[in-house]
C-alpha cells in the first residue's frame, strides 16, 4: 500500500525557518518525482515545488522561489521542504505528492501537515 | 503562475447530473498538457478522480467522467449522491514548467 506521511509542521514566527518531511512507502521511492502542495485556510490547492526522482530537476513556484529548498533522499525514501523567511501568508496544510512525470496526475497524496507563520 | 478557472460552486438534487467547467489558456491547457481532477472531502487530503483528462483510477465510480477541448476541460457527475458533497480541483501543467491548479469548486447536493 502506498503510504506518505508528512511531519514537521508547527507554529514558527515571521523570518523564521522550518523543515518538513515527508516519509514515502508502499512503492519504489526512486522511480518519481514527488511535489509539494499547500493549502492555506479556507482556500484552494497551491503547488510549491518538484522533485525528479534523481533529483536532477527542481522546480519553484514563484512566490517561494529563493526562500523555500526541496529535496529528497531515495536512500531513506525521504523528501523534503526547507522553508526559511517564513511569511504570514506561508501558513497551510502542505501535502506530499507523488507523480511519475512533469505534469503527470499526482496520484498519491500524504495526509497533510500544517504550518502555521505567526507572531 | 497561471491558474486555471473554475465555478465557485455548482448544486444538484440527488440523481442529478452536474458539471464543472475548468479553463486554463494556450501555455497550459491550450498546449496540449492533460487536465486531472481531484476531490476533496472536509478535511481530508485530495484525492484522484480523473487523470488523463478522461480516465479514471480503479475505484472511481463510473458516474464522474473528464473531458477537455481546446483551453478548458470539464468534470461531470450524473447521478449525484449525497456522498459526492465535496471541494473538486482541475489541474495540469503550465509551459513555465510549473504545475497549475483550479481555483475549486464546491459541490452540494441538495
Known amino acids: 500500500e502506498v503510504q506518505l506521511v508528512e511531519s514537521g509542521g508547527g507554529l514558527v514566527k515571521p523570518g523564521g525557518s522550518l523543515r518538513l518531511s515527508c516519509a514515502a512507502s508502499?512503492?519504489?521511492?526512486?522511480?518519481?518525482?514527488m511535489n509539494w502542495v499547500r493549502q492555506a485556510p479556507g482556500k484552494g490547492l497551491e503547488w510549491v515545488s518538484s522533485?525528479?526522482?534523481?533529483?536532477?530537476?527542481?522546480y519553484y513556484a514563484d512566490s517561494v522561489k529563493g526562500r523555500f529548498t526541496i529535496s529528497r533522499d531515495n536512500a531513506k525514501n525521504s523528501l523534503y521542504l526547507q522553508m526559511n523567511s517564513l511569511r504570514a501568508e506561508d501558513t497551510a496544510v502542505y501535502y506530499c505528492?507523488?507523480?511519475?512525470?512533469?505534469?503527470?496526475?499526482?496520484?498519491?497524496w500524504g495526509q497533510g501537515t500544517l504550518v502555521t507563520v505567526s507572531s | 503562475q497561471s491558474v486555471l478557472t473554475q465555478p465557485p460552486s455548482v448544486s444538484g438534487a440527488p440523481g442529478q447530473r452536474v458539471t464543472i467547467s475548468c479553463t486554463g489558456s494556450s501555455s497550459n491547457i491550450g498546449a496540449g498538457y492533460d487536465v486531472h481532477w481531484y476531490q476533496q472531502l472536509p478535511g481530508t487530503a485530495p484525492k484522484l478522480l480523473i487523470y488523463?483528462?478522461?480516465n479514471r483510477p480503479s475505484g472511481v465510480p463510473d458516474r464522474f467522467s473528464g473531458s477537455k477541448s481546446g483551453t478548458s476541460a470539464s468534470l461531470a457527475i450524473t447521478g449525484l449522491q449525497a456522498e459526492d458533497e465535496a471541494d473538486y480541483y482541475c489541474q495540469s501543467y503550465d509551459s513555465s514548467l510549473s504545475y497549475v491548479f483550479g481555483t475549486g469548486t464546491k459541490v452540494t447536493v441538495l
Open positions: 505528492a507523488r507523480d511519475l512525470d512533469p505534469g503527470a496526475e499526482l496520484d498519491y
Open positions: 522533485i525528479s526522482s534523481s533529483s536532477s530537476y527542481i
Open positions: 508502499g512503492f519504489t521511492f526512486s522511480s518519481y518525482s
Open positions: 488523463g483528462n478522461s
